[in-house]
């Protein structure tokens, strides 16, 4: 964040400082009074990953539109499902099962695929805001497992300048796994309940961030990520 912020004026390190106050109060207040009550008018799009929040309970299942082995070509064939919510936030979250499967051959094709999808969405729910999470790694022993995925780190950098590109929020869980490394299921692929914890209050400060006109915020105070 340092050398990121050398770039920016004094004027604007400051302001930038007092958001990163302003969102961390926000981190408090939706702590206090409930992660997942928090979390209105949306729909969650993804994989076995994303099948978690409904399947600890977290967050209701019309809302969790996911299953085990939904790829990006699974986002058009929920349109009836998502317009049945009506929702003012779409997540997406997948690429588990594109890259472990070796559909698309290079990071590129994928992204390019990736953004038609988003299109239709766009087109389909134009007054939706969409949020594109960055793929989450596996360890190192899945990758051993699945040579394939390790080939994730790229697929996601090229979502995310897929995302920048269009102007579009990319969620980045990168810090998320690192950090909560021991959360992860024995296969190495998949999260323990905790884990849900965290990647929702990610998903919601992207809401925040969004709302104050910031695609991605990165906080400029020295020591964060």
């Not at 990006?72 to 936030?89: E, M, Q, V």
């Not at 729910?125 to 999470?133: R, S």
Request: net charge negative; glycine share 8%.
């Amino acid at each position: 964040a340092s050398d990121w912020s050398s770039d920016v004026c004094s004027s604007d390190l400051q302001a930038l400082k007092a958001y990163a106050a302003e969102r961390e109060a926000y981190l408090e207040e939706i702590e206090e009074g409930g992660m997942w009550e928090a979390f209105s008018d949306y729909v969650i799009l993804g994989d076995s990953r994303v099948v978690g929040f409904e399947l600890y309970g977290f967050l209701s299942p019309e809302r969790v539109i996911a299953e085990s082995g939904d790829t990006i070509n699974s986002i058009t064939d929920s349109l009836d499902l998502i317009r049945a919510c009506g929702p003012k936030y779409i997540y997406l979250s997948y690429g588990i099962n594109d890259i472990g499967a070796g559909l698309w051959p290079s990071a590129d094709y994928y992204a390019d695929d990736y953004e038609r999808q988003i299109n239709v969405l766009r087109e389909t729910f134009p007054d939706a805001v969409i949020y594109v999470n960055s793929i989450l790694p596996v360890t190192q022993g899945a990758v051993e497992g699945t040579p394939l995925w390790g080939g994730l780190p790229e697929y996601s950098e090229a979502v995310r300048r897929m995302c920048e590109r269009n102007e579009i929020a990319f969620i980045d869980n990168d810090a998320l796994a690192q950090i909560h490394g021991d959360l992860y299921e024995q296969d190495g692929v998949h999260f323990q309940p905790d884990f849900y914890y965290y990647w929702a209050e990610n998903q919601l400060l992207a809401i925040f961030d969004g709302e104050h006109g910031y695609l991605t915020f990165r906080d400029p105070s020295p020591g964060a990520d």
